[in-house]
Antibody
Framework: EVQLVESGGDFVQPGGSLRLSCVAS????????MIWVRQAPGRGLEWVSY????????NYADSVKGRFTVSRDNAKNSLYLQMNGLRDEDTAVFYC??????????????????WGQGTTVTVSS | AIQMAQSPSSLSASVGDRVTITCRAS??????LGWYQQKPGKAPKLLIY???TLHSGVPSRFSGSGSDTDFTLTINSLQPEDFATYYC?????????FGQGTKVEIK
């Protein structure tokens, strides 16, 4: 079964750090870029970060740049998000998702077609 | 950053209705747009990629259209399982951005 399982969410005080993990199974992890997306309580989806299949092409949302670091260990089929300097506004459910390159009309497009169940990060004093 | 203006923010519809949701990009994004469905407490699901291509396994009552700055998701003959929140996502340029979401509720 193709699956992503996140872990590492917790309750943390402002200024603290957390490391989220996302373990992949059922597909060739090394062939896919990956993203992190978050959703604050009662709010919409926010793209957080992207990392290419070989840890290339790393990018971040402006809201987390300089505080969050995405990485992956292809030998362990694992994706990570190191979050430092956490703020109240980082409280959210964090999802990892697989980025497939899908073909349409002779062109290739990203499609985020496999998602984890989410892990909850709560930042509060 | 490219802004994605999604409308409406919510709508009420009946089973069997045709529903249209739009996303407007603040600048041209070609066809680098996907549509996602999210139900409460669940992860999003990919419906459409490349603005108009139906993802494998998604019912044919869903369709996408548009290019450059204006995009539409249409649900023909709304079914009970379609009541959810829908988001567009542009991955044309960083930072990638979602629309604000459209909640489709039962009338």
């Amino acid at each position: 079964e193709v699956q992503l399982v996140e872990s590492g969410g917790d309750f943390v005080q402002p200024g603290g750090s957390l490391r989220l993990s996302c373990v992949a199974s059922g597909f060739t992890f090394t062939s896919y870029g990956m993203i992190w997306v978050r959703q604050a309580p009662g709010r919409g989806l926010e793209w957080v970060s992207y990392i290419g299949s070989s840890s290339n092409g790393i990018n971040y949302a402006d809201s987390v740049k300089g505080r969050f670091t995405v990485s992956r260990d292809n030998a362990k089929n694992s994706l990570y998000l190191q979050m430092n300097g956490l703020r109240d506004e980082d409280t959210a459910v964090f999802y990892c998702a697989r980025g497939s390159l899908l073909t349409a009309g002779g062109s290739h497009y990203h499609g985020f077609d496999v998602w984890g169940q989410g892990t909850t990060v709560t930042v509060s004093s | 950053a490219i802004q994605m203006a999604q409308s409406p923010s919510s709508l009420s519809a009946s089973v069997g209705d045709r529903v249209t949701i739009t996303c407007r990009a603040s600048q041209g994004i070609g066809n680098d747009l996907g549509w996602y469905q999210q139900k409460p407490g669940k992860a999003p699901k990919l419906l459409i990629y490349g603005a108009a291509t139906l993802h494998s396994g998604v019912p044919s009552r869903f369709s996408g259209s548009g290019s450059d700055t204006d995009f539409t998701l249409t649900i023909n003959s709304l079914q009970p399982e379609d009541f959810a929140t829908y988001y567009c996502l542009q991955d044309y340029s960083y930072p990638w951005t979602f629309g604000q979401g459209t909640k489709v509720e039962i009338k």
